[in-house]
């Protein structure tokens, strides 16, 4: 990074120059057609960037004369002691987004080599552009560099030339008119603009201080001076940090008791050549070198004085014709001023909008939209370093009960907490951001030591104060590293958020970090999906069926329908094999299609057969979430009946909740609209609450296997016993899964449960076979080790 002194210099030295904004010359025109010409590219130019901009000297197949320095690859390449190079830009994070890359000259090639003026400053490049990327060696850019260096040559030439010349000390105004106009017509830095207007007035009158200076007004209406620009005089310390703090944020004046409070107010020049003596003086910086005479120009815009020139210490003192031979050059001070304030104008407006659209506005914090933006960076900038990047995904543990308890004012308290906490934790270089909610994410660097993310736990158990109540809560966290984890920005993301959930299902108030092995296997998943697809269309993927049996009824009530792949290589597959790979892609929607609709025509034939049963279909949670569920049940219950309609169960894994509560909320309704009725499958094994059986419009919990087969013993017959319970309250049918000892059967006909299904009755088989069974099944000869189908 370039400091702003030394910057400051460099630009001072593209003035000496005197190429700015002069007509093409001969002696660059040919060398630039030399570099187009030999590299076979699209463009060619010779650069100069001033403050602001970035202008073109000489340019061969670009139609604009200039481009905002911010857009400018030749920014960066100023900053290289070397030719720079950017081979594909459409794959370089710096400048992929950037307006010469996505519009007109559609950048993707680029090399520039900087160009020093006689005193060694780089004041621009020679650089060869093209529409279409390339590879270029080391050696092939010779030819560039042996032109940049005739450009220098010519540079110094000039300048060898000019020192010979004979000069005059200009006093007067066009060349000041002709600098000021550039200013203000290139540069949105009004600082250096004022700074640079200051110093051709100072030259043009002889003085030894000046100030310029917007006038602005109080609440009340008093007027009152800030400074644009003032003298830089290396005063006493006291007097030093004042000019300082006119860089940073602008000098004050508003005593209306003293010379300058007068010309402030006053609508014509006010002149003192004796301020010595003069009742009005005072009000200088203490410290300052003692002024002898002063002048202050009042500036207009229209009939409104928007501003104030002092100038002070002239030999001979000042006259107010001095004043009137300014005006051009006072003109320009005006508009200036007036641009400034439009400008500010348009910057805060800006900023409120980019505020709006990148930062949380309850936190400040950035939102998912720039924190997606911010984490692409960091992901590139390890790779350059050959570091890591961790993903810290913390979501707040009790955080609903304070909102619900305490309202959302406590509730938003709370969170502008945390987020204060959480940055002060983190090292100035990390990040976090809001995702919405009660979530947020840190991005940390280069992490060596795993106890971080328990002080980042640490600092949200802290309790929190606020008003008259003491607030108590934990989060819980899920990590994943880059490039350990090697994934996208999303899908780290992701890998973050599913161990977040791991976390909490381990017990809340702890981190668990992502385990690619048991959740990702890629190479497994990129042979699943590769295969899936043949598997679709050559009807390898069909339903097997394992029976239901009611325990109160003691009869077959129907079935529940599960996936099986019969791979042409590796025999019949259990959804276990490829489900987990193909879940969120565009296929977990394809085999949910397939299960419905085989389903939903097997239901018809039992209707047209005269059989009772019904069929339960487990549903894939991205498809039931996706924006294509509800038009794709409409599509294919639109043909049914009522009857059939009541024989499908749709099974929703209680996990799939915790994803998006208010869009699993509004799809359930949907499908009770629709008369079918849905089961929560696996219940038990997620985040259980009662908040699930209040929110949740279900019929039917399925109490998970883990539990059932265990309930005999220890721990787990209580918590069937208690779902039993709850289920009953809340008026909700119950399944038990896995049931394979009689001894458990009969001990959930005693605790009143429903319904079973397992090993005991038997496994998932064909359709056929499942009916067959079915219609020699009698109670009671499913105990007597009688063949199962």
């Not at 200039?66 to 960066?76: G, H, K, L, N």
């Not at 094999?577 to 419905?596: D, M, N, P, Q, S």
């Not at 883990?706 to 039993?724: C, H, W």
């Not at 219609?775 to 009688?786: A, I, M, P, V």
Request: hydrophobic fraction near 40%; aromatic fraction near 8%; glycine fraction near 6%.
């Amino acid at each position: 990074m370039v400091s702003r002194s030394t910057e400051k210099l460099r630009l001072a030295a593209v003035e000496r120059l005197g190429l700015l904004d002069t007509p093409p010359e001969e002696r660059f025109e040919r060398l630039t057609r030399i570099a187009r010409q030999y590299y076979q590219v699209k463009s060619a130019l010779f650069t100069i960037l001033d403050e602001e901009r970035q202008w073109f000297k000489s340019r061969q197949g670009i139609d604009f004369q200039e481009t905002c320095r911010s857009q400018a690859f030749c920014d960066y390449a100023i900053r290289q002691d070397k030719v720079f190079v950017v081979e594909d830009a459409t794959e370089d994070p710096r400048f992929r987004n950037n307006p010469l890359v996505t519009g007109d000259p559609h950048i993707r090639f680029y090399a520039g080599q900087p160009i020093r003026e006689p005193s060694g400053f780089k004041i621009g490049n020679l650089c060869i552009i093209d529409d279409k990327p390339r590879k270029i060696e080391e050696v092939d850019l010779d030819i560039l560099r042996t032109l940049g260096t005739i450009i220098e040559d010519e540079l110094e030439r000039a300048a060898h030339s000019e020192d010979a010349a004979e000069y005059f000390h200009l006093s007067h105004l066009n060349r000041s008119i002709q600098r000021a106009q550039n200013i203000f017509l290139t540069s949105d830095n009004e600082r250096a603009a004022f700074e640079q207007l200051l110093s051709d007035l100072l030259a043009l009158t002889g003085s030894e201080f000046g100030l310029i200076g917007e006038i602005l007004h109080k609440p009340a209406g008093e007027p009152y001076l800030k400074v644009g620009a003032i003298t830089n005089i290396a005063w006493n310390p006291e007097t030093q940090a004042l000019y300082q703090s006119v860089e940073r944020r602008g000098m004050v004046f508003d005593n209306p008791d003293n010379l300058l409070g007068t010309a402030i107010q006053s609508d014509d020049v006010v002149i003192s050549d004796d301020l010595i003596n003069d009742s009005r003086s005072g009000g200088a910086p203490p410290g300052h070198p003692k002024i002898n005479c002063f002048m202050a120009i009042p500036v207009f815009s229209a009939d409104r004085k928007i501003g104030l020139v002092g100038l002070a210490n002239r030999a001979g003192g000042y006259r107010k014709v001095m004043a009137e031979e300014l005006a051009p050059l006072l003109q320009t001070v005006g508009n200036l001023i007036e641009r400034k304030q439009l400008y500010q104008e348009k910057r805060e407006h800006q900023k409120r909008l980019e505020q709006a659209a990148n930062y949380d506005s309850l936190t400040g914090l950035p939102n998912r939209r720039r924190l997606t933006e911010l984490f692409e960076q960091e992901l590139y900038e390890a790779d350059q370093r050959q570091g890591t990047v961790t993903v810290c995904f913390i979501d707040l543990d009790g955080f609903k009960e304070i909102n619900d308890e305490h309202g959302h004012a406590v509730g938003d308290a709370v969170l502008k907490s945390i987020a204060q906490r959480l940055e002060s934790a983190v090292r100035s270089h990390d990040l976090v951001a809001r995702l919405g909610g009660d979530e947020f994410v840190a991005i940390l660097r280069d992490v060596d030591d795993p106890r971080v993310y328990g002080r980042l736990l640490e600092v949200v158990r802290h309790p929190i104060s606020y008003q008259h109540f003491v607030l108590q809560l934990s989060g819980s966290m899920g990590v994943a590293v880059y490039p350990d984890h090697d994934a996208d920005a999303d899908l780290l993301l992701r890998h973050a958020d599913q161990a977040m959930y791991a976390a909490k299902e381990s017990g809340k108030n702890r981190y668990k970090v992502f385990d690619v092995e048991s959740h990702l296997n890629r190479k497994e998943r990129v042979r699943v999906l590769e295969q899936i697809e043949s598997a679709l269309a050559h009807n390898q993927l069909e339903l097997f069926y394992q029976p239901r049996i009611n325990l109160q009824q003691r009869q077959v009530e129907g079935f529940e329908a599960l996936i099986r792949w019969r791979h042409p290589e590796e025999g019949l597959l259990s959804p276990a094999h490829f489900l987990v790979h193909i879940e969120y892609t565009e296929h977990a929607r394809r085999l949910g299609l397939f299960v419905l609709n085989t389903a939903i025509r097997e239901i018809k034939r039992f209707v047209c057969n005269g059989l009772p049963f019904r069929v339960s279909v487990n549903l894939s949670p991205s498809h039931f979430l996706s924006d294509q569920f509800r038009s794709d049940m409409r599509e294919i219950l639109g043909p049914c009946n009522n009857e059939v309609r009541s024989r499908l169960i749709l099974e929703v894994l209680e996990t799939t909740a915790l994803d998006d509560i208010d869009m699993v909320v509004e799809n359930l309704a949907f499908c009770r609209q629709q008369g079918v009725e849905i089961a929560l499958d696996d219940f038990g094994t997620g985040y259980s609450s009662l908040n699930h059986f209040r929110k949740l419009d279900v019929q039917e919990i399925k109490i998970d296997r883990s539990f059932v087969s265990d309930m005999l013993d220890g721990e787990d017959g209580m918590i069937v016993e208690a779902i039993l319970n709850l289920s009953h309250s809340f008026r909700r049918r119950t399944v038990a899964e896995g049931i394979e000892d009689p001894e458990v059967e009969a001990r959930l006909i005693e605790l009143g449960c429903g319904s079973a299904q397992g090993y005991l009755y038997s496994k998932p088989v064909p359709l056929a076979d499942a009916l067959a069974w079915a219609e020699q099944f009698t109670w009671g000869h499913h105990h007597t080790g009688l063949p199962q189908a």
